[in-house]
């Protein structure tokens, strides 16, 4: 049986091909590179009733996935995360039928160990044995994590004022930790100069070709959880983007195996923070590319990239979906995160609930209709993030008594 | 179709029964409750092939839990939490089929949402509109957020000592919190009091007879996961040790249900920490009760619990299935949690942690064979204890490069 109908990378720009069993990044061209697949064998032999008998985690969908042997695949049991109705912020903002889709509940916490599990799974069957990345904090926790599980050395440099939760899981995994004073910009040029001088594989955003592949099971499980039949609006907080990419490219193999019917795409939404929405400047301007955005700051660490990699085939996921850009203020998202666990009891991240208030602004304004059926990605988990929340409890002795005021 | 086939409650010491409707805490007699459930009945409609249609949360065994109303489960999709084999640490330990159970992979990050989820839903049920918990964090965490979902007041109190991450999330949840200068025995007798003084429903341990109910779950899908060919041997750090009972009583109902084979029930072990190991010293003793463990003190704080109300339904499934109780050290146990991290890519919480170095301990002595499957429970995520892992790593300026020694 074969495991994967992986067969080629090409490149999205000039049209160059590549192997998948050799070590590839960029094109010679300089854009990413996709992955593609032989869907006409994939259809023979793969369809949705299969995956009734399959564990629940992103591995269910190895046809689609670029490892080749199972005996190189590194997991943990990550994905197929749930997807929650969230009814009472959902009538606080006039979406009833309004979910979450907790990536959260996923090994290291946040939505990147999907890409990290399929990455470094292929990373080892080409041979990788030690990889260099920039990162803002999750992404590096998720990949050193997933390549001590491989076996395979990492050297992770990310911002001082990245989650600090996230630099103790690279120091767990025993990577090579740097911290840098500036930001993830700052790092990438520090990881491409590690990569010359020492020969590694540089596993930056969109740099290697099969991160995305492992995003793109998020879109397949929401049209799995939705039973084929995909819900009308998908918002995704936006930094480098690989999600909503990998979700896009998801929808469009769904389409062509035929599991989803293609001519009602869910409407893709990028979120950003006012403090850094290259992407949204871009969409509003027509642009195909985005410029860097100039003194990125936002609290929603994990969205503050000032230049994505991927920016055009972003803005083109958008425009063929019909989809948007938008835009949210960090004392907005943080309000809504409290609003969110207060009614819902989940604790989001705050890149989650940024596409929480997008939500809620794009109601505000119609273009999400009230009938619509709308996903939000949280894409980590709420406890990454001590700071969002202040505590001042009383502090009692062992003798005290609780005398008043204790119901708020 | 029958949601539940709950039948009423029962007094494990005097026998004395109590129904299902209204709500209960201990019995007359100062004896936790247990629920029963009309197995005859469930038998002729509940069998597994079902399952294969149902999602991967908890709710999938729906007909052996005590909620009668699918209207009243307050769910975020808690429950199906990965068995990830543990290759390396297993050939490290000599235990070629060591798994773990991941429940750091559940909402608020610890196993003490089982519990929650059962027992807020249960709680919603019964009509209880505020509740109030001594707790060491986690389990205040999971309830005062399912609470928050379920529209009930919570009041929690818990020591000052217990990870900070939980009172955050407390907060985030909107409780009412308290901290004690002192141990969980002491917000255990705050707690009491508040109960009395304002009529509140008590959620402590045991002291409503539902979160047992959540706990349960572990086994069943323990059981399930390893396709009811029960594994041999089963380790669970044990605090109030709600979790091992609740394993303990799948087994059985499983078995009542002819779902497994009841001659081999996999043995249970009670992990402790040296420094408060109460059920370990009466089980060496042969005694059917615990004794206060004096001076309690441990970094594994889930499992710093000096009396626990259950501590004879703990022996007791121990003795029942040839298990046994065993402490371990602090300092081998946060050893054995970086062992974990960098060989396995996973990182676990202190209490996980320790039931590891248990195992390594049992395979030493020999109580473990080599050729038994053995599954350790990780009750949390490793993301809810920063203070495991310290980092010193060097910070580098945006122009600077990375020039030596950089691999270790």
Not at 37 to 55: A, G, S
Not at 159 to 177: M, Q, S, Y
Not at 345 to 350: D, E, H
Request: hydrophobic share 40%; net charge negative.
């Amino acid at each position: 049986m074969t495991y994967s109908y992986v067969s080629h990378l090409y490149c999205p720009k000039c049209n160059n091909t590549y192997n998948v069993v050799e070590k590839n990044q960029l094109c010679s061209c300089g854009s990413p590179l996709l992955v593609s697949y032989n869907m006409e064998e994939m259809k023979k032999v793969f369809y949705p009733e299969l995956l009734r008998e399959r564990e629940p985690n992103l591995w269910r969908y190895h046809e689609m996935l670029p490892v080749q042997s199972i005996e190189n695949v590194v997991s943990m049991g990550e994905g197929m995360t749930p997807m929650v109705l969230m009814s009472s912020l959902g009538e606080d903002m006039d979406i009833p039928n309004l979910y979450m889709k907790d990536e959260g509940l996923i090994p290291t916490g946040s939505f990147k160990s999907r890409g990290a599990a399929v990455g470094v799974s292929k990373a080892k069957e080409v041979g990788v044995e030690e990889l260099a990345m920039p990162t803002n904090g999750n992404a590096g926790a998720a990949w050193s994590l997933y390549s001590a599980r491989a076996r395979i050395k990492s050297t992770i440099v990310m911002p001082t004022d990245a989650p600090e939760i996230t630099r103790k899981e690279c120091v767990a995994a025993g990577a090579n930790l740097y911290l840098v004073d500036g930001l993830i910009g700052d790092a990438g040029k520090i990881v491409a100069q590690a990569v010359k001088d020492y020969d590694l594989f540089d596993a930056s955003t969109l740099k290697e070709p099969y991160r995305i592949e492992g995003k793109k099971t998020m879109g397949l499980e929401i049209a799995e959880q939705f039973g084929w039949e995909l819900p009308d609006v998908i918002l995704y907080p936006t930094g480098g983007g690989v999600g909503l990419i990998g979700i896009f490219k998801a929808l469009q193999e769904l389409k062509e195996l035929g599991w989803i019917n293609g001519e009602k795409m869910p409407r893709l939404v990028a979120v950003q923070s006012d403090g850094c929405a290259p992407i949204v400047k871009a969409w509003q301007e027509g642009k195909t590319n985005a410029e860097p955005w100039q003194d990125a700051s936002t609290i929603a660490f994990g969205i503050n990239v000032s230049k994505a990699i991927g920016d055009f085939l972003i803005l083109d996921a958008i425009r063929q979906t019909d989809g948007c850009a938008i835009s949210v203020s960090d004392e907005m998202l943080l309000d809504e995160l409290r609003t969110i666990s207060t009614k819902e009891g989940t604790f989001v991240c705050p890149e989650g609930a940024a596409a929480f208030v997008a939500a809620r602004k794009l109601r505000e304004s119609k273009w999400i209709k009230q009938d619509e059926r709308v996903v939000v990605l949280n894409t980590g988990a709420g406890i990454k993030y001590p700071n969002t929340v202040e505590v001042d409890a009383p502090i009692l002795q062992p003798k005290d008594r609780i005398v008043k005021d204790y119901v708020k």
